[in-house]
């Protein structure tokens, strides 16, 4: 009998793998299998239509937390942009608020980083050196004519 099956003593088993595991997924196909077979919609079921199925609804699964992840991030912005325009006294807001909510948000900036915002305008920004130099109070030569005034 070698080769044929369970040999009779011997202390080595295989540890049972399931389906889903095989697959490299999280959904039971086992239990869609049975599913699949018990509601009678075809005579007979092919091992690969559970698996196939199974990963499609761990797909679509994963895009509705993502649709729900979206949702949070444009309930940010959203929130955001209407401080803008609350600063700007504006009670409604314009692509313009938006740029400023997502830019001077750190992760919204990070994530968005790519993306251009229609008449979004630019972010008001004076680089240091074209900003006046501040006095120290001990007579600076940068004054130039304050000893005529």
């Known amino acids: 009998m070698a080769g044929r099956g369970k040999t009779l003593g011997s202390g ?7 389906r889903s595991s095989k697959a490299g ?3 039971p196909v086992g239990r869609i299998a049975r599913f699949l077979k ?7 079921v092919g091992a690969g239509a559970p698996v196939y199925l199974a990963a ?3 797909y679509l699964a994963a895009e509705i937390t993502n649709i729900e992840n979206i949702s949070l991030i444009l309930l940010k912005v959203l929130e955001l942009a209407g401080n803008a325009a609350r600063d700007n006294k504006k009670t409604r807001i314009v692509p313009r608020h938006i740029q400023l909510a997502v830019r001077n948000d750190e992760e919204l900036s990070k994530l968005l980083g790519d993306v251009t915002i229609a008449n979004g305008g630019v972010m008001p920004n004076i680089h240091n050196l074209l900003l006046p130099k501040k006095t120290g109070g001990s007579g600076s030569k940068a004054s130039g004519g304050d000893e005529d005034s």
């Open 12 to 18: 080595a088993s295989k540890k049972a793998t399931s």
């Open 56 to 58: 499609v609804l761990e």
């Open 25 to 27: 997924l999280q959904f």
């Open 38 to 44: 018990a509601g009678k919609y075809a005579e007979r």
